[in-house]
């Protein structure tokens, strides 16, 4: 059983509309990530559209993420757990870091060949998921 901490997570019923309207946003960066030819953008989207399906997939399970200091960690452990898959903790971890490292130290800018593989690994993801309603 997946423990959902009540210091980043709050009970929520969601209807299907709205689970379903955050996986098309997610899916939407991530058509982003695919369509770019500019290394930033495909690194920056594919994160974002991994944030954006652990959203997706802990709202299925009932529960909003609340906006605190170290959300993003949670968003990613518990997105590894639910789908039971330990590299999307430590890839989805190492993507969270470089992206912190850009936002706050300007001291990361990811290569072509690191985004491509970046975005591989995000559409891998996608592909495990089974979202029925």
Avoid: C, W
């Amino acid at each position: 059983m997946i423990n959902f901490e009540s210091q980043y997570f709050q009970k929520l019923v969601f209807k299907n509309e709205q689970i379903e309207q955050f996986l098309k946003s997610a899916s939407h960066d991530l058509k982003i990530a695919e369509t770019s030819d500019i290394p930033d953008v495909i690194f920056k989207f594919s994160y974002d559209a991994l944030i954006k399906l652990g959203i997706t997939l802990i709202a299925k399970k009932g529960y909003k993420i609340r906006s605190a200091t170290g959300h993003h960690v949670k968003i990613v452990e518990k997105l590894s757990q639910i789908l039971k898959e330990e590299d999307i903790l430590v890839l989805g971890n190492k993507m969270r870091q470089e992206r912190n490292s850009n936002l706050y130290d300007g001291g990361f800018f990811v290569g072509e060949k690191d985004s491509r593989e970046y975005l591989d690994f995000v559409k891998g993801v996608f592909k495990k998921v089974d979202i029925r309603y």
